[in-house]
């Protein structure tokens, strides 16, 4: 049996929501090449760095060479997007039973208290605590085990 209030609530979606990052970004580890997705987003960035550069200062020169790298850049960015698209295929389906099996169970109920707020959070849409919370805490490991995968560089 789920449980429908706080703390048992709270804990529980706090947990899958720690189980569910865990999957993706292990996903994102096992199915992608996190080196070679850190080497184009720097390429990406360098480019577009060059690119404000050469618009402060004015060289046409410049500009005209980087508007020819463009087709590139945006290449590499829809290799990224693949790369990303292709984790979310996998989970997105399941996500979709979970949440609707437990949108019905936890529809109106108090999952967790957010201080200064209350139960549910001013917002119009996606009002309920089940889905701040959810979100809340899907942020945090998402942070915490894309660092342990190395899905990000810390520079």
Known sequence: MLPTSPPGSTLFFFSMAAAITFLM????R?????EKLKAW????????RQ????????????????MKKQQYIMQLNAKISMQSFKVM????????????FLGGIYSGAQIAFFPGVGWDLPVPLFGSSLFWWYMLCSFLFSTVFSHLFGLVSVE
Do not use: C, H
């Open 89 to 100: 295929l996998i989970f997105i389906v399941p996500l979709w039973i979970v949440w609707l």
């Open 41 to 48: 987003r720097k390429e990406i960035s360098d480019y577009y």
């Open 51 to 66: 690119l404000r550069e050469a618009q402060k200062s004015g060289d046409k020169k410049q500009m005209e060479k980087l």
């Open 30 to 34: 096992l199915f992608t090449d996190p």
């Open 25 to 28: 970004n292990l996903a994102n």
